[in-house]
């Protein structure tokens, strides 16, 4: 097998975001407000919708549209969504932060999680192969996937409760092939190549927060979260995939772990905070780090969707409606189980529903805010605007955070990002909430 050293280190499937959480209607020149749609394009994980629905007024409504780039990454955001959405009462609010970041970032996790994985992924399998034409839960919406993309989650989900007994991925040699292979000859000396990526890359694009013994701990066996005392020795199953490799004139798929080993998990939900006592610093030290911040904004995260939970019509008072809850184990939790948001929906998108959108009436400039990964920025077309609300905002991740790139390839790549949008009929927006991770455009006025 051989890959190119300058993708090793990203991989060939995104299994977070690299770029922080953005609360996607205050990116433009104002605020969107009323009644929003928002699409997202391999936004891989839910920390924009996170972070969109924290910043909610109380009667406003947020309807998301999901595009993901193929169906592991898709059944990994239903897992995530399903685990935010558990109710606070079954899990505890630490339990269920360190849970979720486990599951997020961690290349193992540990016997409990795995049980929790379970459960979830048995309760999504159901809730996918349903025959209905209503969503089993409005924030976990499949209808609209194809047959096959349904049935092919409902594989991935089986393979997560019965992993493959006969041939069990040992992850922490998955792992180190993948450094072994991005490093090449500076394998050897891979510590130093580590303290370097934290020291001149990371911390470098205002990241410090980010410790050079949790960093280095994550790039050595994909740990990034440790906080319960607890052994961490059965591979997560949810950053498992194949790929396919050139093998003399066959072409043969490998399962193993494709996903990022440089720019790491912490970027999500570790490197920024409202909460600015989280920032300290003493002696030029941050005095709490990036696992620190993630569970605190994961954290608030769930504070806000609860915020927002909607109880059943008999009920006299919320106390009563959280009594059923109270003696409900979390390995007996149902889809029907999890917090039902008002004015929040999420509706997943088959995966070529890109160009077929504008063809569709429905969809006719109903996009508030459209949201493109820095994966999938060149599948902006010039049709998008078709889909674009008038005042619409489009949100385009950038390359700051690929470590492999240098300085000229970053900028070359926020140029072709450019180039794209304005092809598509976008302008930059002078006004809008840019910065080195997103840039912000507005649909051109004739």
Same mark, same amino acid.
């Given at each position: 097998?051989?890959?190119?050293?300058?993708?090793?280190?990203?991989?060939?499937?995104?299994?977070?975001?690299?770029?922080?959480?953005?609360?996607?209607?205050?990116?433009?020149?104002?605020?969107?407000?009323?009644?929003?749609?928002?699409?997202?394009?391999?936004?891989?994980?839910?920390?924009?919708?996170?972070?969109?629905?924290?910043?909610?007024?109380?009667?406003?409504? +947020?309807?998301?549209?999901?595009?993901?780039?193929?169906?592991?990454?898709?059944?990994?955001?239903?897992?995530?969504?399903?685990?935010?959405?558990?109710?606070?009462?079954?899990?505890?609010?630490? %339990?269920?932060?360190? &849970?979720?970041?486990?599951?997020?970032?961690?290349?193992?996790?540990?016997?409990?999680?795995?049980?929790?994985?379970?459960?979830?992924?048995?309760?999504?399998?159901?809730?996918?192969?349903?025959?209905?034409?209503?969503?089993?839960?409005?924030?976990?919406?499949?209808? +609209?996937?194809?047959?096959? $993309?349904?049935?092919?989650?409902?594989?991935?989900?089986?393979?997560?409760?019965?992993? #493959?007994?006969?041939?069990?991925?040992?992850?922490?040699?998955?792992?180190?092939?993948?450094?072994? #292979?991005?490093?090449?000859?500076?394998?050897?000396?891979?510590?130093?190549?580590?303290?370097?990526?934290?020291?001149?890359?990371?911390?470098?694009?205002?990241?410090?927060?980010?410790?050079?013994?949790?960093?280095?701990?994550?790039?050595?066996?994909?740990?990034?979260?440790?906080?319960?005392?607890? &052994?961490?020795?059965?591979?997560?199953?949810?950053?498992?995939?194949?790929?396919?490799?050139?093998?003399?004139?066959?072409?043969?798929?490998?399962? %193993?772990?494709?996903?990022?080993?440089?720019?790491?998990?912490?970027?999500?939900?570790?490197?920024?905070?409202?909460?600015?006592?989280?920032?300290?610093?003493?002696?030029?030290?941050?005095?709490?780090?990036?696992?620190?911040?993630?569970?605190?904004? &994961?954290?608030?995260?769930?504070?806000?969707?609860?915020?927002?939970?909607?109880?059943?019509?008999?009920?006299?008072?919320?106390?009563?409606?959280?009594?059923?809850?109270?003696?409900?184990?979390?390995?007996?939790?149902?889809?029907?189980?999890?917090?039902?948001?008002?004015?929040?929906? &999420?509706?997943?998108?088959?995966?070529?529903?890109?160009?077929?959108?504008? $063809?569709?009436?429905?969809?006719?400039?109903?996009?508030?805010?459209?949201?493109?990964?820095?994966?999938?920025?060149? #599948?902006?077309?010039?049709?998008?605007? #078709?889909?674009?609300?008038?005042?619409?905002?489009?949100?385009?991740?950038?390359?700051?955070?690929?470590?492999?790139?240098?300085? $000229?390839?970053?900028?070359?790549?926020?140029?072709?990002?450019?180039?794209?949008?304005?092809?598509?009929?976008?302008?930059?927006?002078?006004?809008?909430?840019?910065?080195?991770?997103?840039?912000?455009?507005?649909?051109?006025?004739?």
């Amino acid at each position: 097998m051989s890959a190119g050293r300058l993708s090793e280190g990203l991989g060939h499937v995104s299994w977070w975001g690299l770029s922080p959480a953005r609360n996607l209607l205050s990116m433009g020149p104002v605020r969107l407000k009323g009644d929003v749609n928002v699409l997202l394009v391999g936004s891989v994980d839910p920390r924009h919708i996170f972070k969109t629905i924290a910043g909610l007024q109380k009667e406003e409504r +947020l309807h998301v549209w999901l595009v993901e780039s193929s169906m592991e990454v898709t059944a990994r955001q239903l897992l995530l969504l399903y685990l935010a959405l558990t109710p606070l009462e079954i899990t505890g609010h630490n %339990g269920k932060a360190e &849970v979720f970041l486990e599951v997020f970032g961690n290349s193992e996790i540990q016997s409990q999680t795995e049980e929790t994985l379970r459960h979830a992924a048995s309760q999504l399998s159901l809730s996918v192969t349903e025959e209905r034409d209503t969503p089993a839960h409005a924030c976990l919406n499949t209808t +609209l996937l194809k047959f096959k $993309e349904r049935d092919e989650l409902a594989r991935i989900f089986k393979s997560w409760i019965q992993p #493959q007994s006969s041939s069990p991925i040992v992850m922490s040699k998955a792992w180190d092939y993948r450094v072994r #292979q991005h490093l090449g000859t500076r394998y050897n000396s891979k510590t130093g190549c580590f303290d370097w990526d934290l020291m001149m890359k990371l911390h470098e694009k205002g990241s410090g927060v980010i410790s050079k013994q949790q960093y280095v701990r994550w790039r050595e066996r994909g740990l990034a979260f440790e906080m319960r005392e607890g &052994v961490y020795q059965i591979a997560n199953p949810t950053l498992l995939s194949s790929r396919v490799f050139n093998q003399k004139e066959d072409k043969v798929a490998f399962w %193993g772990y494709w996903g990022d080993i440089v720019s790491s998990p912490y970027l999500a939900f570790g490197i920024e905070t409202d909460d600015k006592s989280l920032l300290k610093t003493q002696n030029g030290q941050h005095l709490n780090t990036a696992q620190d911040i993630s569970i605190s904004n &994961v954290q608030a995260s769930f504070q806000s969707l609860s915020g927002r939970r909607r109880y059943p019509a008999t009920s006299q008072s919320n106390t009563e409606a959280e009594e059923p809850f109270q003696q409900t184990d979390r390995k007996s939790v149902t889809v029907d189980d999890l917090m039902d948001l008002n004015g929040i929906s &999420v509706t997943f998108l088959p995966m070529d529903s890109l160009h077929k959108l504008p $063809e569709k009436q429905k969809y006719s400039h109903l996009f508030d805010a459209i949201y493109f990964s820095a994966s999938c920025v060149n #599948q902006l077309g010039p049709k998008m605007k #078709q889909v674009a609300a008038p005042d619409a905002v489009l949100i385009v991740e950038l390359a700051k955070y690929i470590l492999d790139l240098s300085k $000229e390839q970053e900028a070359a790549f926020a140029a072709k990002a450019t180039s794209i949008a304005l092809d598509a009929e976008f302008e930059p927006c002078h006004e809008g909430k840019s910065d080195g991770s997103h840039a912000v455009f507005v649909p051109q006025k004739k």
